[in-house]
Structures are given as structure tokens and as C-alpha cells.
């Protein structure tokens, strides 16, 4: 079936540094949506994307509007409270009128003083 | 921002018990969604809906009902609880055919003793 592959599985940043994540998709997808998972377990939305980039505050996402098969969460001067489990999810093959999502691994991000 | 209200939150079960997931949204959504997640698995989906009275299976049903007896409510059922059914699970609701935006519910914690 239908895939994302999510990457790294971990990374631990120090405080001030930036890095990005990565989903690359098996199949072209319509959208994609990133969401942090805190350690009460919630689910967070940060984005959806149909296309482009949203940014917002230090937090910006990106999905490969040309052959939609990867999506990137870049984190800017990376703080403490945004340590926990970060998933994409993939929805809609671009020819079908309804396809659930498919969910990344999660990326379990640490940062570090 | 879309409501999606669980209950209960934490629940206890014993082996072979009957256990009832409800999932309330108020943002008139037509989707509503089951997950489950489990380390190692990410969130995989059980049931889901497109409106009143409709179920569909996900990708793991075995073992699991669902209910949608109306736009609000969505219920995930488990008729014969088995310890391997111990997990988290989340409810979600959409609105426009997989592609959408899912907004989640804070998660139940099912233990199956």
C-alpha cells in the first residue's frame, strides 16, 4: 500500500540550532499535514499544505508542488518546548476521490540547552 | 478551530469485556476517523466514516465495531477486548474526502487486563 517514509527517526538539536525534517511519499499525494505529538500525547497541528510552503513563527513547511511526493517541517533556532514526536500525513492520491491518510513513523526530536 | 471531544480518557478493561470508544465533533464534519497508535506503528486506521449511518473498514477493523449514529457522534467498539488491543487511540473528523484537514481528539488510553 501507499507509503511515507518519514526522516530521521530521531535528532536531538541544541537550543538555537535549525534542522529539517523530511516525508517522501511513495505514491503523488494531494496534501500533507505535519503534526507534534507532546508528551500528554495530543496531537498538535502545525500545517496543511494542498501546495507550497506556510510558515509560522519558527516553524516552515514545504510540499513539493510539482511531482507532490515529499513534503519538508524546517525548524528555525530550535527552543525547548518544541521537543516531542513530529508525524506527517500524506492524504488523497491525486487520482482518487477519497483515500485516507497514511501516517509517517514520527520524527522524536530532542532539544538540548 | 474544530472540537473533537473523546471519552473517556483512560479506561481499564478486562480480557473478553465489551469496551465503548465514544468520539463527539461540533464542527459539522461528514468525516470521522478511528486510530490507533502503538510505538513502532505510528497511527493506523481502524474505521471511519462519511456521515450518519455510514462505516467503512480501515486498514487494522479485525476485532473492532463502529457506530455513527448521527453527524456529531462516532463510536468505536470493541465487543471481546484482548490484551493486544491495549494501545492509544485517537478520533478525528474532516470534511472533504481524505485530503482534508483532520482535526484530533486528546486520545483515550485503553489498557486490557
Known amino acids: 500500500g501507499d507509503q511515507v517514509e518519514q526522516s530521521p527517526s530521531a535528532l536531538s538539536l541544541h537550543e538555537g540550532t535549525d534542522s529539517a525534517l523530511r516525508c517522501n511519499f511513495t505514491t503523488t499525494m494531494r496534501s500533507v499535514q505535519w503534526f507534534r505529538q507532546n508528551s500528554r500525547g495530543s496531537l498538535i497541528s502545525l500545517f496543511y499544505?494542498?501546495?507550497?510552503t506556510k510558515e509560522n513563527g519558527r516553524l516552515k513547511s514545504a510540499f513539493d508542488s510539482k511531482e507532490r511526493r515529499y513534503s519538508t517541517l524546517h525548524i528555525r533556532d530550535a527552543q525547548l518546548e518544541d521537543s516531542g514526536t513530529y508525524f506527517c500525513a500524506a492524504g488523497g492520491i491525486a487520482s482518487s476521490s477519497f483515500s485516507k491518510l497514511v501516517f509517517g513513523q514520527g520524527t522524536s526530536l530532542s532539544v538540548v540547552p | 478551530e474544530a472540537a473533537v471531544t473523546q471519552s473517556p480518557r483512560n479506561k481499564v478493561a478486562v480480557t473478553g469485556g465489551k469496551v465503548t470508544l465514544s468520539c463527539n465533533q461540533t464542527n459539522n464534519h461528514n468525516n470521522m476517523y478511528w486510530y490507533r497508535q502503538d510505538t513502532g506503528h505510528g497511527l493506523r486506521l481502524i474505521h471511519y466514516?462519511?456521515?450518519?449511518?455510514?462505516?467503512e473498514k480501515g486498514d487494522i477493523p479485525d476485532g473492532y465495531k463502529a457506530s455513527r449514529p448521527s453527524q456529531e457522534n462516532f463510536s468505536l467498539i470493541l465487543e471481546l477486548a484482548t490484551p493486544s488491543q491495549t494501545s492509544v487511540y485517537f478520533c478525528a473528523s474532516g470534511d472533504r474526502g481524505g485530503s482534508e484537514r483532520l482535526f484530533f481528539g486528546h486520545g483515550t488510553k485503553l489498557s486490557v487486563l
Open positions: 499544505l494542498a501546495s507550497g
Open positions: 466514516s462519511y456521515g450518519a449511518g455510514s462505516t
